[in-house]
């Protein structure tokens, strides 16, 4: 069983629409959660950060972390075009294992005009 | 600030033939990271450097691939000899300890395909 796991779609909705992505994992440890987002042919890069449990939102994007059911999500409201890409979780433990990133298969999400 | 740079962005080979892979992280970071990345298995870390030491490189698959980086600002992932599994898009990223969220920043990437 890997330690993160995402559906990887893909996933096809039309402009405006409200999009959820989900992530589930296995490590207890993990405290730091992130979202990443790849263009086609190009490199992640990070989108959304949060420390433990709760909630952050950032413009169209929220981020949600249940710690109690290994359970995060990336909410992205108005969904645009410009939002076609894969949707990349990524998460760490403290501590020592400070570089070490676990990402999850990405998904990936197509907005249609 | 140029971001992390990779090269080549696409590599051809032939099985058997050794790969070198180039990275030159974000000056003044202290991270730096390589990763495979294929459609099956998703992004996998390979290995990481902090001030130039490798920490972890737990993920390297085998005895055919190999890391190093010599000073701050480069760094080489080797494949020798090279087989077609091995065909997937390799990242470098770097990072800043203690900057936000330890954010990593990627490279371009490089697409080795080996026949």
């Known amino acids: 069983q890997k330690e993160v796991e995402q559906d990887p779609g893909p996933l096809s909705v039309p402009e405006g629409a409200i999009v959820s992505l989900n992530c589930t994992y296995s490590?207890?440890?993990?405290?730091?959660f992130m979202w990443y987002r790849q263009y086609s042919r190009k490199g992640p890069e990070l989108l959304m950060y949060?420390?433990?449990?709760g909630n952050k939102e950032d413009g169209r994007f929220t981020a949600q972390v249940d710690k109690s059911s290994k359970y995060i999500s990336l909410f992205i409201r108005d969904s645009q075009p410009s939002d076609s890409a894969t949707y990349l979780c990524?998460?760490?433990?403290?501590?020592?294992?400070?570089?070490?990133?676990?990402f999850g298969q990405g998904t990936i999400l197509t907005v249609h005009p | 600030d140029a971001g992390v740079i990779q090269s080549p962005r696409h590599e051809v080979t032939e099985m058997g033939q050794e790969v070198t892979l180039r990275c030159k992280p974000i000056?003044?970071?202290?991270?730096l990271f390589w990763y495979r990345q294929t459609m099956m298995r998703g992004l996998e870390l390979l290995i990481y450097?902090?001030?130039?030491?490798?920490?972890?490189d737990s993920g390297m698959p085998e005895d055919r691939f190999s890391a190093k980086m010599p000073n701050a600002s480069f760094s080489t992932l080797k494949i020798q000899p090279s087989e077609p599994r091995d065909s997937a898009v390799y990242f470098c990223?770097?990072?800043?300890?203690?900057?936000?969220?330890?954010?990593?920043?990627f490279g371009p990437g490089t697409r080795l395909t080996v026949l």
């Open positions: 990223a770097s990072s800043l300890a203690g900057g936000l969220a330890n954010t990593q920043y």
């Open positions: 490590n207890s440890a993990f405290q730091y």
């Open positions: 949060t420390y433990s449990s």
């Open positions: 990524a998460m760490r433990a403290g501590g020592t294992s400070y570089g070490k990133l676990t």
């Open positions: 000056s003044g970071h202290d991270y």
């Open positions: 450097f902090n001030n130039n030491v490798p920490i972890d």
